[in-house]
């Protein structure tokens, strides 16, 4: 397994894409930290089914928007594995609403989360990984949302534009210590939020997307790995787009 005795932190892991992201991880070798805000029954869960197939990981609650959270986050990861090879900023919330509609209080959350977050969770782990030697990978959870910019999605697709931007600037700065960052454009993905609201979710994204198909939470967490990897090391200030071939073809809702 390429990634034993790597450690990773996944923000957002109590559910969804991330929890996909984490159990990838952990099932290729990686001892993961999976952080969660007020979901930890879910967190649980998560750990529990990676545990149950072999796979090493630890549980902590986080509210990332506070600086101190993001910190004290690095510095549990560190605690619990000796290390921080790879920092995954997939925390986020979304909210729909045209720029009419949006309070300032909607987007003081997105972007206090979305971007503030991530922003400062990127520094905490560059920050260990600059001090532990040997370099490093750190990838932000974007969205095609932040490329195509639908209406509905006025203040969200703001912040995921930055994530697209933050990983440019992040890895001017962390590049001559050999670290790596990166962005996934994600793309409509089928998750249990989608179906409730419509049930023939990932029937409708398969007629969309050129491929055929829609995109899955174990799609991301695909691309993820792959960011992390060896094979990705000469590959920074980038973002994937893992979207079934949507922006370059595909019709909108």
Partial sequence: M?????????????????AAIAERLASDGARVLISHHAEPELAEANAARIRARGGCVAVME??????????DLVARCVAEFGRLDFFIANAGITVFATMMETQ??????????????????????TRQMIA??????????????GIRSPAALSAYSITKAALRQMAKVVSAEVS??????????IGAVVNARNLATEPDYAEKWARYNPLGRAVYPTDIASAVRFLVS?????ITGQTLVVDGGWLTGGRSG
């Fill in 2 to 18: 390429e990634l034993k005795d790597k450690a990773a932190i996944v923000t957002g892991a109590s559910r969804e894409i991330g």
């Fill in 62 to 71: 986080a509210d990332l928007t506070s600086v101190q959270a993001n910190d």
């Fill in 104 to 125: 300032e209080s909607v987007w003081d959350a997105l972007f206090d989360l979305n971007v503030k977050g991530a922003y400062f969770g990127a520094r905490a782990a």
């Fill in 132 to 145: 532990q030697g040997w370099g490093g990978r750190i990838v932000f959870s974007s969205s095609v949302a």
């Fill in 176 to 185: 001559p210590h050999g670290i790596t960052a990166n962005a996934i454009g």
């Fill in 230 to 234: 060896q094979e990705a090391e000469m």
